[in-house]
């Protein structure tokens, strides 16, 4: 007996007939060794056979046929279904209701447990759905999701599609290639019809879980061959249909049961949601890109407004003097205009390199330029070329006998050393200390650059770091909140880490590490150089 035989509705009531014959025989043994009063009561393992194998119709008519069967073999006079006993009509009835009750309820309890299986099964499906579609690459998910779908299914091939309204537009695919070059040209222009074969109306359209037939205009041998193995469930986004479940039966497969249709809605929609969280995610970021851009926007404008106007404002000033041929400058005067000139004219260069090396780490293309050096030598020429900056200050320096040549970007890090100097100078009051350190801890250096001054606010320390944010002890801006940024991604470019805290006793402490040891891709690129 074959699959197809099984799943035939007549099969279930042949083979109710055939347990209360297999019943009847049993009852005939037994009558023939001992006399049974109650031995009727055997046809309720056939009703009940009936129930759980087969269902509620099945198990009627086993309820039926045990009754006339016993009546017609047990009930005197024998071999005919009338009855002269009143006690033989009552038991007879019994058994008929009995069995009715009992194949009526085993039926249900049938029905309530593959209700239960099918519940069972749609949640563990819909929860790979969702796992599945937390992997990051959206094509692996799909592809994932859509070969789940095909073993669930048994079918031959599956394939998700997107349009252009869905957040993504990838696709996958998977089972046979002539299955999928099938779906595939399911996809194409074509004329959708509800599989009962009515058109939808307006209400019916879009609607999650509905299935729908493609009929391409084509050849109509193709078109039933469609109609008999493809078919497509929409995925909806906010209510609009964005891409499809392309699902190909194999052959001779059984249709979908209401069971299937079901699944398939809910995975349906699960995949709306997922694009739903896709394209709320995407709108949350491009709004918080938005409210980043415009607060840098503002600083920067902030920054230009006051921190170029007011080095531009001295070197016209002092220019615009030695212009003057009404006046005679004396050869000191004209000195002390052209230090101005060429004092402001650095602190703008700095400002706008600052700006410029701010905006290469944001854009992500800071690429150092690493090579060995010793760390000491750069911070003592990062000291003579700042005499004139730190003149005012006591500058003490204490470099670690035995440090190790260190890899890093020499213009780099010394922007990095020279920006800490300058804001310790900067937020330092004239006469107090400034102590630069270098020594080895573990498998990185390390680089502290501390001062005796103010200190800085508790609240102001996690965002002293960032870009355009300035703070001091009295709330009076110094700088452009530009060097610190600067520094901190100079720092992480070559794989080191920056902070900042208060000392005690007062002042504030700038610590930033650099590894001593290239990483293994880095070695790895420098032998592949060198050999």
Request: charged share 20%.
């Amino acid at each position: 007996m074959n699959v197809s035989s099984l799943s035939r509705p007549w099969f279930g009531y042949l083979c109710a007939l055939a347990l209360t014959a297999l019943v009847t025989g049993a009852v005939a043994l037994i009558r023939v060794v001992a006399e049974v009063g109650n031995a009727s009561m055997l046809y309720l393992l056939a009703v009940m056979a009936s129930a759980v194998l087969f269902g509620r119709g099945p198990a009627i008519l086993a309820s039926i046929a045990s009754f006339l069967a016993f009546n017609f073999f047990f009930v005197e006079p024998h071999y005919t279904l009338s009855v002269t006993s009143n006690d033989e009509v009552v038991s007879l009835l019994l058994l008929l209701i009995a069995g009715v009750i009992t194949g009526q309820l085993t039926a249900l309890l049938r029905q309530r447990a593959r209700e239960a299986q099918s519940r069972e099964r749609e949640a563990v499906v819909l929860y790979d759905v969702v796992r599945l579609m937390a992997d990051p690459e959206r094509e692996r998910a799909l592809t994932a999701v859509a070969e789940r779908i095909r073993t669930e299914l048994e079918l031959s091939a599956v394939v998700i599609v997107f349009g252009k309204q869905s957040p993504i537009r990838v696709q996958a695919d998977t089972g046979d290639s002539e299955a999928i070059a099938l779906a595939r040209e399911a996809m194409g222009p074509a004329e959708m019809v509800l599989g009962g074969g009515q058109a939808p109306t307006a209400s019916q359209r879009g609607q999650p879980g509905r299935w729908i037939r493609v009929v391409p205009p084509t050849a109509r041998t193709i078109a039933r061959l469609r109609s008999d193995r493809v078919r497509s469930v929409p995925v909806n986004l906010r209510g609009q249909p964005v891409g499809s479940i392309i699902l190909v039966r194999k052959h001779g497969a059984r249709k979908f049961s209401p069971a299937n249709d079901r699944l398939l809605s809910a995975v349906a929609h699960q995949l709306g949601l997922a694009l739903e969280r896709l394209s709320l995610q995407r709108e949350a970021t491009e709004a918080e890109v938005l409210r980043r851009t415009d607060e840098l926007r503002k600083a920067l404008l902030n920054a230009v407004s006051h921190d170029l106007r007011t080095p531009l404002s001295s070197i016209m000033a002092s220019a615009g003097s030695l212009r003057q041929d009404d006046v005679s400058w004396t050869e000191a005067q004209r000195g002390e205009f052209a230090e101005a000139i060429e004092t402001e004219a650095e602190r703008l260069n700095r400002l706008v390199g600052n700006l410029l090396d701010l905006s290469r780490i944001e854009a992500g293309s800071i690429r150092p330029e690493k090579s060995w050096y010793d760390l000491g030598s750069l911070i003592n020429e990062v000291a003579g070329r700042l005499r004139a900056v730190t003149a005012g200050h006591k500058l003490i320096f204490d470099i670690s006998e035995g440090l190790p040549p260190v890899l890093f970007d020499y213009v780099e890090i010394d922007q990095v050393i020279t920006n800490l100097i300058e804001n310790a100078v900067k937020y330092t009051p004239a006469g107090t200390e400034i102590s630069v350190s270098a020594r080895a801890a573990g498998d990185e250096v390390q680089v502290q650059v501390a001062d005796r001054g103010p200190g800085i606010l508790e609240a102001a320390i996690p965002r002293v770091l960032d870009a355009f944010f300035r703070a001091s002890d009295s709330g009076t801006a110094k700088g452009s909140g530009l060097g610190l940024a600067v520094a901190k991604g100079l720092v992480g470019a070559h794989g080191g880490r920056i902070r900042v805290e208060n000392r005690e006793g007062g002042g504030a402490r700038f610590v930033f590490t650099l590894p001593l040891h290239a990483p293994e891709s880095e070695a790895a690129a420098q032998k592949k150089e060198t050999a």
